[in-house]
């Protein structure tokens, strides 16, 4: 079993900062790629950013040269630092585990934290 746990969301003015926090549990395997998603109210979840197993990162356009996601090997955390952050940012941000084990394709969902941004 993993257990995903996210932190860090909270209300933030147009144009500040936020920093988002997954700490991974359980049976973690080395092999894995951590990511971020979000879902606005009335719209389906979307790709916000991947990083997997050596470091490659992945971005939706939306985001790029805004947010950057970064780990924590030893602790198993993922990170996602995000500035510059618009209302259209507005959205709960839910952590993301995935990995093959022996039984096939394994995916992990966190609770979600929730960004809202407004003056």
């Known amino acids: 079993q993993v257990q995903l746990v996210e932190s860090g969301g909270g209300l933030v003015q147009p144009g500040g900062s936020l920093r988002l926090s997954c700490a991974a549990s359980?049976?973690?395997?080395?092999?894995?790629?951590m990511g971020w998603y979000r879902q606005a109210p009335g719209k389906e979840r979307e790709l916000v950013a991947t990083?997997?197993?050596?470091?490659?990162?992945n971005y939706a356009d939306s985001v790029k040269d805004r947010f950057t996601i970064s780990r924590d090997y030893a602790k198993n955390t993922v990170y996602l630092q995000m500035n510059s952050l618009q209302p259209e940012d507005t959205a709960v941000y839910y952590c993301?585990?995935?990995?093959?084990?022996?039984?096939?394709?394994?995916?992990?969902w966190g609770q979600g934290t929730l960004v809202t941004v407004s003056s």
């Open positions: 990083i997997a197993r050596f470091g490659s990162t």
């Open positions: 993301n585990y995935r990995t093959t084990t022996s039984r096939g394709p394994l995916e992990v």
């Open positions: 359980g049976s973690i395997s080395s092999i894995n790629t």
